[in-house]
C-alpha cells in the first residue's frame, strides 16, 4: 500500500510518501494513522492529534473511520486551504 | 464545457473570460495572495492527480445544479508572491442568477473539497495556513 | 475606488478585471448580447447624465453595505451585436462573499435601476424589449 | 419645464424632448401626462395606458404621483431594460 503526505504532515515525517503492508487488524485510516504512529518520531509528531488529520483513500476523501480495503493508495494530510 | 487547469504558470483571466462567453451571462471570481499581514511569499502545495479529479468533480456538480453553457476552473500551484492571482472560477450560462450562483458555489466548494495546502512566508517566519470554519460553512451551505 | 462608464465603444474585460485588482477577491459579472432567438442586433438607449447618477448611486450603495476595494460598473450604448458584450460588473474585496454578493447586487439592480431601453432586431422587425418580471424579483431581495 | 421622452415613448411623439408651461392644477407626474394626452395623436398613443409608463423629476426616479414641484426637467420612459 502506497502511502501519501501533504504539507505539515509531509514535513514532520520527512517523507512524502513511503509503502506499507499493514497487518490484517488494520481496517480503518484511523486504524492505519495509529499502527504508523510509533513508526519515527516523525510519525509520532505528524500523528499526535488525529482530529486535525484528513484522509484520501484511492484519491477519493473520505472520513478516517472509512475502510481502508484493497486501498492502493492512501493519503494522510491536514485540512485543505486553497481557493 | 469544463475547463480544469491545474498550473505553475500564471493565470490569464483574459483569456480564460474569452473562453467562458459561450452564453449571455459570465460571472467571475478571481482570488489573489493578500498584500497585507506582511505576507511576502506563498506556496501552493497539492495532490496531483487527486486536485484534479477533485475540480472536475466541483465542475461536473455545478453543471449538473444550474443550466451552465461553461464551467472553468484554474489554480495555480508552487511559489508566488503578492497581488498575484492563486485562482479564477469562471461560469457562463443564458441565466444570469444561474451563472453568479455556480461561480459562489464553485469558490466555495473549491476551498473545502480540493486537495491544496498554502503555505507563507511572512518576514522571518514560515507556516502553513490553518483551515477555516468560515469557510466550512460557506460551503455547507450548498449540500 | 468607485469606477462609472457609459460608452458606445467595446467593454475590454481585462482591463476592467485588472485595475479591479486592489484586494483578495475579484468578483466579475458579464453580460452578452443573446445570439440565440435569431437576434442580429442591439440597441442600447440610455438617459445622458441620469444613467451615469444612477450607477454611481448603485455603486456607493454597494461600498455601503459591503466592505470593497472597489467596485466598477461599464454599461455599453449604441448599436451592438450579438455575443457582444452589454455590461460588466465587478468588485474588490478583502472577503470572498462581500465580492460576490455586491457584484450580484449591482447587476440585480442595475437591472430595475438605471435608465437603458433595450431595442432588438430580430429578422426584419424591430422590437423594444419587455421589462422583466424577474428582474424586478430579483432586485427586491436586495432591499 | 422641460420633458424628456425615451425608447417608444420617445419614437411614439416623434419627439425627444419639448418644453412646456403646464397650468397650476397639473401638481403630479400623473397630472403631467394626463394633461399632455390630447396634445397630438402621438401623445395620445403613448400615453394611452399610464401603468406602462416610469418616470425621473429632476433626473430622480419618482412614482406617478410624486409631486413635479419646480421640476426643470421631466423624463417619462417605459419600464427600463438595461443590463
Not at chain 1, 46 to 66: K, M, S
Not at chain 2, 3 to 10: A, G, K, Y
Not at chain 2, 116 to 128: D, H, P, Y
Request: charged fraction near 25%; proline fraction near 7%; glycine fraction near 6%.
Amino acid at each position: 500500500m502506497k502511502l501519501l503526505y501533504f504539507a505539515w504532515v509531509r514535513e514532520r515525517i520527512g517523507l512524502p510518501e513511503e509503502d506499507v503492508t499493514p497487518p490484517a487488524h488494520v481496517a480503518t485510516v484511523a486504524d492505519l494513522i495509529a499502527w504508523l504512529t510509533p513508526r519515527s518520531p516523525g510519525h509520532a509528531v505528524a500523528f499526535v492529534d488525529p482530529a486535525r488529520l484528513r484522509a484520501a483513500v484511492d484519491q477519493a476523501f473520505v472520513a478516517l473511520d472509512a475502510p481502508i480495503g484493497e486501498a492502493h493508495e492512501v493519503a494522510i494530510f491536514p485540512p485543505v486551504t486553497g481557493g | 464545457m469544463i475547463r480544469i487547469l491545474v498550473s505553475r504558470e500564471p493565470i490569464d483571466p483574459a483569456a480564460e473570460m474569452a473562453a467562458l462567453e459561450q452564453g449571455g451571462a459570465v460571472a467571475t471570481f478571481t482570488g489573489l495572495v493578500r498584500a497585507d499581514d506582511g505576507v511576502a511569499t506563498l506556496e501552493l502545495e497539492h495532490y496531483p492527480g487527486a486536485t484534479e479529479a477533485a475540480l472536475t468533480r466541483l465542475a461536473e456538480d455545478a453543471t449538473a445544479r444550474w443550466p451552465l453553457a461553461a464551467a472553468t476552473i484554474v489554480h495555480r500551484v508552487g511559489p508566488m508572491t503578492a497581488g498575484e492571482r492563486i485562482v479564477f472560477v469562471g461560469t457562463c450560462s443564458a441565466h444570469r442568477q444561474a451563472a453568479l450562483e455556480a461561480c459562489a458555489f464553485l469558490i466555495d466548494r473549491l476551498k473545502t473539497d480540493a486537495p491544496f495546502w498554502k503555505r507563507e512566508t511572512v518576514g522571518e517566519k514560515t507556516r502553513w495556513v490553518e483551515a477555516r470554519a468560515a469557510d466550512d460553512d460557506a460551503a455547507a451551505r450548498w449540500r
